[in-house]
């Protein structure tokens, strides 16, 4: 049954992470039931799980559907995963081996040569880009632990990360931070590293009331 459960919950993470299923979408518990070919049971189980995660709200009569939060909640979430992003940062400052140097500098590169390229005509491409910048820097981490914590909040914000790079110069912005980020992890400066990657997150109300309105 647990394996069962599992499959559940890596089907709809996966879609989530695709951007398949958005915030406030209803989730069909047939649907699942078909997709993993298992009964009932282990799909209210996965549903439990994601809602004890935070990833799934329950409603009487809507249902189970992908949590969607209000104003007051992003920045309250924001807030939480800017600090998980920032000690990853400053860790990675220590821990990074040469091989993930390597690839931060190249995750860098690509995220300039994109923006520059193409600007805000292909976010979904920039938004991937983006993805592999910050999920380098938390391997850079070398602690599985705060990686899990990072993924389940980023999960809870990735359709609004999503948007924000449809928004004229907002991939130009990320890419720039993106290079002084990796600057002071590859310098080996923690506390500017942890800094660095904070204000990447710094996100006014103005910005997240827009964001949040986009998706829906």
């Given at each position: ?27 069909s ?38 949590f ?32 993930i ?84 992890i ?31």
């Amino acid at each position: 049954m647990a394996g069962q459960t599992d499959s559940v919950i890596a089907l709809i993470l996966s879609q989530i992470d695709a951007g398949v299923m958005l915030p406030g979408d209803a989730i069909s518990e047939k649907d699942l039931i078909d997709a993993c070919s298992v009964s009932r049971t282990p799909v209210r189980e996965a549903l439990i799980r994601l809602e004890t995660d935070g990833l799934v709200q329950r409603h009487a009569r809507k249902g189970a559907v992908i949590f969607r939060p209000d104003v007051e909640q992003f920045l309250t979430i924001l807030e939480v995963h800017a600090n998980l992003e920032s000690f990853a940062a400053g860790l990675a400052a220590k821990r990074i081996t040469p091989d993930i140097q390597t690839e931060l500098r190249a995750s860098v590169a690509a995220c300039a040569a994109h923006a520059e390229t193409h600007a805000s005509a292909d976010a979904a491409g920039y938004y991937q880009l983006n993805l592999q910048f910050h999920e380098i820097i938390v391997r850079a981490a070398c602690n599985d632990v705060l990686m899990e914590m990072v993924k389940t909040n980023a999960r809870k914000l990735m359709a609004y990360y999503r948007m924000r790079y449809l928004h004229p110069g907002a991939a130009q912005s990320s890419a720039k931070e993106h290079a002084e980020i990796a600057e002071h992890i590859l310098a080996r400066r923690s506390t500017e590293a942890a800094a660095a990657m904070a204000q990447h997150f710094n996100y006014d109300r103005h910005t997240v009331m827009d964001l949040i309105a986009s998706v829906g």
